[in-house]
């Protein structure tokens, strides 16, 4: 029988000195030729900008691998210096940040191709768990389009928030917890 | 006035795997941040059948022993807490970082927006971390928290409690939750602790004394073990 899992409880406001670090939302250097940003702003149910979320990515590399010690496949290489994983605070304003590379496609259901996306978590005060949702590409119209998980949202209004802006300098993903144009959000 | 829901009846479905929701009312912050619309089931892919291998980072060697950061030792009562992390099939999680962090004795946090008027411990800053051993073992020495006050409804106080943090063998078995000590009177009026609708979901949050780990003449030791969902992957679980 399997054990039951432990319950999930709120970060709480307290977590920065703990979980926190400037680089953890440097997934590459400044200095690298493919390096894009990500930001975005987290906002609550009133509109409000939220000052002390945790956002998390996760993401294969620029070949589609995620980081070797979990992506079982052998082909194509990995890439040692890109782990795929970063972490960021919202500042007093709400906005998160991270500097990273667009992700190559990646295996879906059924022998499926999965539109590059960037996997996020969501941690806050006020959330008893995590939300969990994707970053998609605005170039990347095509793939888009059959993308298992992205059609299986049948609300276009939520499917559309899922699909990072180009602002030509960042891409921007916001993240709206609630109220009108809430954020897709996951289970599993 | 809202009337507290009963435990034995509130709200437990199934599905929920002893976990609270999103929605919990008597907890206020809930009320805006909770989402509305439905969750979307997220087939199982590669995305999130893998994982941060977050723990290749470089670890102190003292970063388990929150009462050694410092020129002197943090006041408080020395505890050890100890315990073995789990994947949802009951094989340990290894080699997998886990962070805690916490009140001081007196229930004061180091961080600059906590404004309980408790003294603040230079020789203690509430923050920790290390790595599961091979049979998924954890353990950290630090002082037992003091509960808190906090703004969440008329002379509401936090039990006792260590934040932990865990990422597990896969994306979908990240677990942020809290661990609280056996027997405190303050579960009872705490809407965190009581989020969790489950009676014995909830016994899954609290720590069990130990004699085993506590150490003759030096520390009481307390017993978490955890169990993350999601499994550890099995290269046949990987499509190439």
């Known amino acids: 029988m399997s054990p039951e899992p432990t319950p999930s409880q709120t970060i709480g406001p307290f977590f920065h000195d703990a979980l ?50 979990t992506d079982g496949r052998h082909d194509p290489p990995p890439d040692e210096d890109f782990s795929g994983f970063g972490r960021s605070g919202t500042d007093a304003g709400g906005v998160f940040s991270f500097l990273t590379v667009k992700p190559g496609p990646v295996p879906g259901p059924d022998g499926q191709l999965q539109a590059p996306h960037v996997m996020v978590s969501v941690f806050a005060r006020g959330l008893l768990k995590r939300l969990v949702t994707r970053i998609y590409f605005p170039d990347e119209e095509e793939a888009n389009a059959v993308d298992p998980v992205l059609s299986s949202v049948e609300d276009q209004g939520l499917r559309r928030t899922l699909i990072a802006r180009d602002e030509g300098d960042a891409l921007r993903f916001d993240i709206h917890l609630q109220g009108d144009g809430q954020t897709a959000f996951f289970a599993f | ?25 008597d907890y206020v912050a809930t009320r805006l941040r909770a989402p509305k619309e439905p969750l979307i089931i997220l087939p199982k892919t590669l995305s999130d059948t893998t994982g941060p291998a977050y723990g290749r980072g470089p670890i102190g060697e003292l970063d388990n022993d929150l009462t050694r950061q410092h020129g002197g030792e943090p006041l408080g009562e020395r505890i050890i807490v100890a315990g ?28 600059h927006l906590d404004q309980h008027p408790a003294p603040l411990d230079p020789n203690f800053s509430g923050a920790g971390r290390c790595l599961t051993d091979d049979e998924g073992r954890y353990r950290f020495v630090t002082v037992k928290p003091g509960a808190y006050p906090w703004k969440n409804h008329d002379n509401a106080w936090r039990p006792a409690h260590i934040h932990f943090s865990l990422f597990g063998p896969a994306f979908r078995s990240r677990l942020i939750t809290q661990m609280y000590f056996p027997g405190d009177p303050l579960f009872e009026q705490d809407p965190i602790f009581r989020s969790v609708r489950d009676r014995e979901a909830r016994q899954r949050m609290i720590s069990t004394f130990d004699l085993e780990t ?6 009481l030791g307390y017993r978490f073990d955890i169990v993350l969902e999601g499994r550890t992957a099995t290269p046949m679980e990987n499509p190439r």
Do not use: C
Not at chain 1, 32 to 41: F, K, L, N, Q, W
């Open chain 1, 20 to 69: 926190l670090d400037e680089k953890y939302s440097e997934l590459v250097s400044l200095d690298h030729p493919e390096a894009i940003v990500i930001r975005g702003t987290v906002y609550d149910g009133a509109g409000e900008a939220v000052p002390d979320a945790m956002v998390e990515i996760w993401q294969a590399n620029r070949e589609g691998r995620y980081d070797r010690s």
């Open chain 2, 84 to 111: 073995r992390v789990f994947d949802g099939d009951g094989r340990p999680v290894r080699k997998s970082l886990v962070e805690i962090w916490q009140a001081n004795a007196a229930g004061r946090y180091t961080h």
């Open chain 2, 214 to 219: 506590t150490q003759p003449e030096w520390a």
């Open chain 2, 1 to 25: 006035m809202r009337q507290q829901p009963t435990d034995e009846t509130g709200g437990l479905r199934p599905e929920d795997n002893g976990q609270p929701p999103y929605l919990y009312p």
